[in-house]
């Protein structure tokens, strides 16, 4: 902050160099007590750039609310950015902790979705009623974007039902899997290739389900179920449970099913 607020370049040179040594210096100091810290902390710190990403969107919202109804292209404009953020990826979730944040993650990834969406449909409409549009056009202006705000509707609905289905999905599939290697570890050795074999089998479907994205069906864009090394992670234990029924990786696999279960628990809708 000295360097910037100076018109000295040998003080900014020197507050720079100095910065750049204390950056490091301050994360060799912070880090251990970051360390020493518990989950819960854990947990709060790691989401702090999601928090102040929300709280951004917010601030900008109300930038862009501030300029109407005298300036409605620069509302438009600050809303439809927001948009355009959002799709461009915006702040990545935390990947800690990655089953204990799953329940906020399929309500917040599809209400962050849906947000932007309406941002920049009402962007959209700010932008398109500041141009120059003769009387006459100012009827299909209006049907225009009464059926933009119509379908923005519908493509709200779309996405919570996309998270409802994806939660139904993965619950059933992480059952089947759990069932699967729970006959597996207690069944016979003449019946273990068939139990090995529907065991594989649930895990293909449950692996499909968690590659999909929360809030959204093209894999480039979109929040993960879990973060990829958990995933392969959780494949491991499967195939280490299957390979040796009813050992440690048995046991640590369907702890880790029941938490994925239970994180989607309260968004199954069988008949959604």
Known sequence: MTALGTTSLTLFRSAALMAAFAL???????????????????????????????????????????????????????LVMIWIFHIGGGVREPTSFAYERLRGRLTWAAA??????????????????????????????FATSLSVVIGLVVASS??????????TELDSHAQKLERRLDRLAQGSVSDRRQLRNAAEDAWDDLNRSLCNKVETGFHLYGTFVIPSETRNSLEALVTEAITNPGGPPYRGAVAQLNLLRAACRSKIDTVG
Not at 117 to 132: D, N, S, W
């Open 24 to 78: 490091p210096g301050s994360y060799w100091v912070a880090k251990p007590w970051f360390v020493s810290r518990s989950d819960t902390w854990h947990r709060v710190i790691t989401f702090v750039p999601m928090t102040s990403y929300m709280m951004a969107l917010g601030l900008v919202v109300l930038g862009a609310a501030s300029y109407l109804p005298d300036q409605p292209a620069l509302a438009g404009m600050a």
């Open 112 to 141: 962050l979705q849906v947000s932007a969406m309406c941002c920049g449909t009402v962007g959209v409409i700010c932008v398109i009623h500041a141009l120059p549009v003769p009387g006459r056009y100012e009827p299909g202006v």
């Open 158 to 167: 779309k996405v919570f039902a996309r998270v409802r289905r994806l939660a």
